[in-house]
């Protein structure tokens, strides 16, 4: 019995753990494993499965085997929509899971309202999915809001006062950036250079010469995989030697690689613990399980994966034998003070935040995060 199995379907990418006679619970995810994060998203998704696996070699849950069906929307909002669609209408998934961006998760939302179907663990900090609470919508991580703003004041502390912003003219943009007006306006600074750039056709140059002009010494960059990467290079091509600063979407080994020379030095915020560790029981897990399956590590991307499984797990086990997609969504809000192994996850009908935990890392000259 193959342990993956992978169907393309033009640019679908189909991932069944088992048999399909012995998947009985199914779960839909859509997210761009080609694209600007294709990285991330492999991450995170080997991640999940890390505890999806154990959970199935175990028996599954409630003797049910589950199976993730996930779709590639090449980290396109309208795509994002189009395959959560196919999951729900077509392929009857009983709920939603790790999804990535922003905008693509509110082009999903409109979908899961009318189906009823509950979304667990989508790969973004947006605090539209927070604030109102998005009945739906089941967070495990910390907002982009509260990374931007802890950044911020960290580099304020080390005396750093010539900050600029650049950031992605989208929703995940204007939310990093609100984010870190807040932490700049704590820090009673303004920022030097406040850029925005278009996400699907971005032309860093301009952008990168007012900031060596303005003589910043950090920017943080409000972006996605290939868009920080280029911008980076865009930088020091100019002449800036400006610290760069980044959020959590861009924690995956696949970031460090694809910064190839540019990467040491690089700050990225972090909403999981030091993946290495293993003090926190959910960590040494995670690796014990990666170790068992012949991976050499794991990175903040897997752990956030490993993460949104667990609750996801949680949430089919109290939903009983036959878990409807009306009783997983109340099984999921009935979650309190679970703990994930260091951390722990709380939801109720007024908040669906799940995690609160933020921290920073600093790129290596070994190309590892260091904290």
């Known amino acids: 019995m193959k342990q993956w ?11 069944s753990l088992g048999t399909a006679c012995q998947a009985q619970i199914l779960v839909g995810q859509t997210a761009g494993f080609t694209g600007q994060v294709a990285a991330g998203v492999k991450e995170t998704t080997d991640g999940a499965l890390l505890y999806i696996d154990a959970i199935n070699a175990k028996g599954g849950v409630n003797g049910q085997k589950i199976e993730l069906i996930s779709l590639d929307d090449k980290f396109d909002p309208k795509l994002a929509a189009e395959n959560a669609r196919k999951l729900i209408e077509e392929n009857n998934v009983s709920v939603m899971f790790l999804n990535r961006g922003t905008p693509h998760t509110e082009a999903i939302i409109p979908l899961l309202e009318k189906h009823g179907v509950a979304l667990v663990g989508p790969s973004t900090g947006a605090m539209v999915l927070h604030q109102p609470v998005r009945k739906n919508v089941f967070n495990v991580r910390a907002t982009y809001q509260r990374e931007a703003e802890k950044a911020m004041t960290h580099l304020a502390s080390m005396g750093i006062t010539r900050i600029a912003v650049m950031y992605a003219d989208d929703s995940f943009g204007a939310d990093g950036v609100m984010g870190a007006e807040k932490g700049l306006t704590a820090a009673k600074l303004t920022p030097v250079v406040l850029e925005k750039f278009n996400r699907a056709k971005p032309d860093f140059a301009p952008i990168a010469n007012k900031v060596t002009k303005a003589d910043a010494q950090a920017v943080l960059m409000i972006a996605s995989g290939s868009a920080v990467v280029d911008a980076g290079a ?22 460090i690689k694809s910064l190839g020379a540019n990467a040491r030095g690089v700050i990225v915020t972090q909403v999981y613990p030091n993946e290495r560790a293993v003090t926190y029981p959910m960590v040494k897990e995670a690796q014990e399980l990666a170790k068992a399956k012949g ?77």
């Open 295 to 371: 991976m050499a590590e794991i990175s903040p991307a897997m752990l956030e994966g490993f993460a949104a499984a667990k609750v996801l797990v949680e949430g089919l086990k109290r939903a009983g034998p036959k878990p409807s997609r009306e009783k997983i969504q109340a099984a999921l809000e009935s979650i309190r003070k679970f703990d994930l192994g260091g951390l722990e996850v709380n939801y109720s009908p007024e908040d669906h935040t799940g995690l609160d935990f933020a921290d920073l890392s600093i790129i290596g000259t070994d190309g590892r995060f260091r904290r």
């Open 5 to 15: 199995q992978q169907l393309w379907a033009g640019a679908a990418l189909v991932l």
């Open 234 to 255: 865009a930088l020091r091509a100019a002449g800036s030697a400006a610290q760069i600063v980044t959020l959590s979407n861009n924690a995956s080994g696949g970031f």
